[in-house]
């Protein structure tokens, strides 16, 4: 029961915590910024609205948006939320939802094709080269979790007596996991310095450049989603950093929501401190992360033999 | 030079003395000119009593002009001497009908019906259905190129144009850019309307260069009627143009910044950008500056307030703005974005005849306010600059130094104590019969020049006008060779040229 709960929360404040990003940006910028509520408000305008599909493109770019949301959204379903164990759990879930999230981006490439815009498939092309490499680190960091916890699901890693903390014995191998982490986030959510979530430039974008046809309620799925697909992540870190409190449920709940917190503020200080990389640099980024974690791995073979 | 007359910037030469020579001679003089390291200003045709002529005002360290007739076509210069004739070739065969022959890319400037009546160079029949963008682009052949189309409607609040690319992967091999979309005929217009409206159409050529065309506009009208403009309009003038220069400079560094989604910069450039407009606000009550420079001097008069309240916020500002270009050109991510991004070599600005901070990033120091004084440019320090590497961290470098140099030079000209005898509205006035007048100014974006001629009745018979965005947008398709097609907005904002100063 607080599971689902839990589950229904975290869905409930997905779309607050990018404007606490978008808040911590206009801070850092000196503007007031948009209201903390403004995806709500951005989402309720979308569900108004009709959605207005091209002659040329086929059922394909209608299925991406669903697909791709129904994506982002199963991953929550088996991480644990603010101290609950999650709703579901079986050995390998972990392989499961990164390929299902696959699954998700897949669809979205492929509606982004089917509108046969140069854009669409510029902006395609990049976000499969750049999420190729990014599944590199993902994997990485899990075979690094089954040789630290002897386990391959969301559950067992981040809940209850084993859970992988930087408490733990094994805490100064996380420090790059988080580093890690933290950089393929910015990767798969497109946010500064991959890619840039505020630009209008079509020319220079990754992942908005591909739902550019997409509108209405159609757009508001693919935005929830994204919220969705960044909440993951930050929980994945906020897990990471979470110190074991022996303490009751809602203690560890607001601990687990402030450094929640944390993390989208450091978004949002990422953001506001640099510049975005060269299209060309982007594969160094991302392969750096990887390398980080491919050294936290090799290290566990020297002490954990 | 036989074939060359030497005139002065805002002088009134008779159109008697201009050399009149053949077609050949023409293009010869031109050619032999422009080899020894001379530059276009202006290069056009006028028609009058059933004659047309083409006109061309040349520069080295000084003004040149000469003349010739013309039939329905002359030898192109552009293929055979250099690069800087190619779009003033194009605009004549547009604008009266006439084919440069042998000329290597000839197609349309903006889109319209030619003046002359004579059949359309390329064919278009505008009376018809032709719009702009009726043009079939050049197109790179294979399996692993992609075209990609943008504009001429884009996101984001800009001009309309239209740029095609042709690219292998992320490569661009080849921009084209088309332009015309904008197109009002403001040459034709400005010969046919009352003389009062004149400087108020010049202010609407470029919306941020309002100030910049129509000094040239009313320096060329005073020029004309024999108007001399007393030294404290000339301040307010010259303090005005220099705004302008500062305000935009700001705030495309800002947009530069804002390109590479480094946002503090963006935002803190935005709003000083505002600062400086609202000093144009307290110049004149407008925040373009439209309003201001009449012919004979300023419609208001600089008195102690405004004085003050500019004085005031410079010294509030100058810091801020210091402060601000430092953390923008500090930060490494962005010296990583702009270094070696757009490069355009000397040698190329040079054939294309680049002008403003885009020449002046590729290492030519032309300065107009320096090579050809007006106002009161002569008696003011110069700047220079040494980062002439050509790419984008040189074009956002010039421009920065220019704002420092702009602040110094207000700040000179607010401790003057010349004030304008009395407001100047503007008036009809007899200008002089059969003249030629060629005003230079050094917009914010480079040189703008104006040229006007008059008829044997003091009547204006050709006004041209030319943007410094004329010569410039071709130094943009080259910026983007072998670049990566993301990097396209940045180079873009780099230069950002106009589009309403080209189409006109």
Not at chain 2, 118 to 142: L, R, S
Request: net charge negative; hydrophobic share 45%.
């Amino acid at each position: 029961m607080e599971s689902l709960l839990s589950f229904m929360l975290a869905l409930l404040l997905a779309p607050l915590f990018p404007g606490i990003i978008n808040r911590t940006k206009a801070f850092v910028a000196g503007k007031q910024g948009p209201p903390l509520l403004m995806k709500y408000y951005t989402l309720a305008k979308l569900c108004r609205k009709g959605s207005v599909y091209s002659t040329s493109s086929s059922f394909v770019f209608k299925m991406g948006p669903t697909v791709s949301f129904t994506a982002a959204l199963m991953p929550l379903l088996f991480i644990p939320l603010a101290g609950t164990a999650p709703l579901f759990s079986f050995h390998g879930d972990v392989i499961v939802l990164f390929y299902i999230m696959g699954i998700g981006r897949f669809f979205t490439i492929a509606a982004a094709l089917d509108t046969a815009s140069p854009f669409e498939g510029m902006g395609a092309a990049r976000e499969a080269f750049f999420s190729t490499l990014a599944e590199a680190t993902i994997f990485a960091v899990l075979i690094l979790f089954y040789r630290v916890s002897g386990s391959l699901s969301l559950a067992d890693y981040f809940h209850g007596e084993n859970a992988v903390s930087l408490a733990g014995p094994t805490g100064a191998l996380l420090l790059f996991v988080i580093v890690a982490m933290f950089m393929v986030l910015l990767t798969e959510n497109s946010r500064v310095p991959v890619d840039d979530p505020q630009t209008h430039l079509e020319l220079t974008m990754i992942h908005e450049v591909m739902i550019l046809d997409h509108s209405g309620p159609d757009l508001a799925l693919i935005e929830l989603g994204a919220f969705f697909k960044l909440l993951f992540y930050s929980v994945f870190i906020t897990h990471l950093l979470q110190p074991p409190v022996p303490a009751g449920i809602l203690v560890n709940g607001l601990l687990f929501y402030g450094i929640l917190t944390l993390v989208y503020v450091a978004v949002g200080v990422t953001e506001s401190t640099m510049a975005r990389f060269k299209m060309n640099l982007v594969p160094k980024y991302i392969l750096t992360s990887f390398t980080l974690v491919f050294f936290a791995a090799i290290l566990t073979m020297g002490f954990m033999q | 030079m036989d074939n060359l007359l030497q005139i002065a910037n805002g002088e009134v030469v008779r159109r008697a003395d201009i050399p009149d020579v053949s077609v050949e001679t023409f293009g010869m003089t031109l050619a032999e000119f422009v080899r020894n390291g001379g530059f276009v200003v202006q290069f056009f045709a006028f028609a009058e009593n059933g004659i047309t002529r083409l006109l061309a005002v040349v520069r080295n360290d000084r003004l040149y002009v000469t003349s010739c007739v013309v039939g329905a076509e002359f030898p192109s210069l552009t293929g055979w001497v250099s690069e800087k004739f190619h779009m003033f070739e194009r605009e004549i065969a547009e604008q009266y009908g006439i084919r440069p022959t042998a000329h290597p890319w000839l197609k349309m400037v903006r889109y319209h019906r030619n003046y002359s009546g004579a059949d359309d160079v390329f064919g278009n029949d505008y009376g018809g259905e032709e719009i702009p963008g009726k043009y079939g682009c050049f197109t790179v052949e294979g399996e692993a190129i992609h075209e990609v189309a943008v504009g001429p409607v884009h996101a984001g609040i800009i001009e309309p144009g239209h740029f095609r690319f042709q690219c292998a992967g992320e490569e661009v091999l080849h921009l084209e850019i088309q332009l015309g979309y904008q197109h009002r005929g403001v040459e034709r217009l400005l010969p046919t309307v009352p003389q009062r409206r004149l400087p108020i159409i010049c202010e609407a050529i470029a919306g941020d260069t309002a100030i910049g065309h129509n000094l040239c506009c009313c320096q060329a009208l005073e020029a004309l009627a024999g108007l001399t403009v007393d030294v404290g309009a000339r301040i307010v003038r010259t303090i005005a143009l220099e705004l302008e220069r500062i305000a935009n400079h700001l705030g495309d560094l800002g947009a530069l910044s804002g390109d590479v989604a480094f946002n503090p910069p963006a935002a803190y450039f935005g709003r000083m950008r505002g600062d400086f407009l609202n000093l144009l606000q307290v110049l004149c009550g407008n925040r373009f500056g439209k309003g201001l420079v009449r012919p004979g001097g300023v419609a208001f008069v600089m008195g102690d307030e405004q004085r003050k309240l500019i004085a005031a916020k410079l010294e509030e500002i100058t810091p801020q703005v210091k402060n601000v270009c430092d953390l923008l050109f500090s930060a490494h991510t962005v010296q990583a974005r702009f270094e070696n991004t757009g490069i355009v070599s000397r040698e190329m600005a040079e054939d294309l005849g680049l002008v403003g901070y885009a020449g002046r990033a590729c290492g030519l120091p032309y300065d107009a306010r320096v090579a050809f004084p007006s106002e009161c440019y002569a008696e003011l320090p110069h700047n220079t600059n040494q980062m002439t590497s050509g790419d984008v961290y040189s074009r956002a470098t010039v421009r920065r130094e220019e704002i420092m140099h702009s602040l110094a030079l207000i700040e000179l000209l607010l401790q003057r104590p010349e004030t304008t005898a009395k407001a100047m509205m503007m008036e009809e006035r007899r200008l002089a019969a059969d003249s030629l007048v060629v005003t230079i100014n050094e917009g914010w974006r480079g040189e703008i020049a104006h040229c006007v001629l008059t008829g044997a009745d003091g009547a204006i018979v050709r006004y041209k006008v030319k943007d410094p965005s004329f010569h410039n947008w071709t130094g943009l398709a080259m910026s983007l060779r072998n670049q990566g097609i993301s990097d396209f907005p940045l180079c873009n904002k780099s230069y950002n040229l106009s589009y309403c100063g080209f189409d006109l």
